[in-house]
């Protein structure tokens, strides 16, 4: 592989990366405490992550319980769930707070089908353009005569068969995802 698209095998990790964490929050049939990873919370005059606030775990497979470190702030994490809209019930126990995942719909399954290949399209975006910035110094390479004509083609041969390798894999990645959402 050449040293243009091994300087930015790196931005391609990353943005793979950034997919499997962004699509963890879709909702699937089962309760999962990833889908809260982004939820903030108005605590302590600051937002905060929900998770750095308190505990968060799986009590079955339709249900999520959240026992906040602090008891103070019980109310606080309740807005920030409301405020999330997660399409999930919220059931304040006193100390702790139940969050209850109703079961999906079909309508419910294709919106979220949807979400999920408009975050496969934004990542898509983001490997095209690191595609184009390594084109682009190749061009200027080629043009600064630092590469042959034949070097310049075959490494734009090589960055598409990457890119491609990188675009099958958020594919993989957005099949398995979809199969879980469909999965009742």
Do not use: C
Not at 9 to 31: C, M, V
Not at 59 to 73: E, L, T
């Amino acid at each position: 592989m050449n040293q243009y698209v091994q300087a930015k095998n790196e931005d391609f990790e990353k943005a793979i990366e950034f997919f499997k964490k962004d699509i963890k929050s879709l909702r699937t049939g089962r309760a999962n405490p990833a889908m809260l990873d982004n939820v903030y919370v108005e605590a302590y005059g600051a937002k905060a992550l929900i998770n750095t606030l308190a505990n968060i775990n799986v009590s079955d497979k339709a249900s999520i319980v959240i026992s906040p470190w602090d008891k103070n702030v019980l109310k606080d994490v309740e807005k920030g769930l409301l405020a999330a809209e997660l399409g999930v019930s919220i059931v304040n126990e006193g100390d702790k707070l139940r969050v209850s995942m109703p079961p999906l719909t079909e309508e419910n399954r294709k919106d979220l089908i949807k979400k999920l290949g408009q975050k496969m399209e934004s990542v898509r975006i983001e490997l095209r353009k690191v595609r184009d910035d390594v084109k682009t110094k190749l061009e200027a390479a080629f043009d600064a005569k630092e590469l042959s004509e034949d070097d310049k083609f075959r490494f734009i041969k090589e960055l598409d068969e990457e890119t491609t390798k990188y675009n099958n894999q958020v594919k993989e990645i957005k099949d398995e995802k979809e199969k879980d959402v469909m999965t009742i």
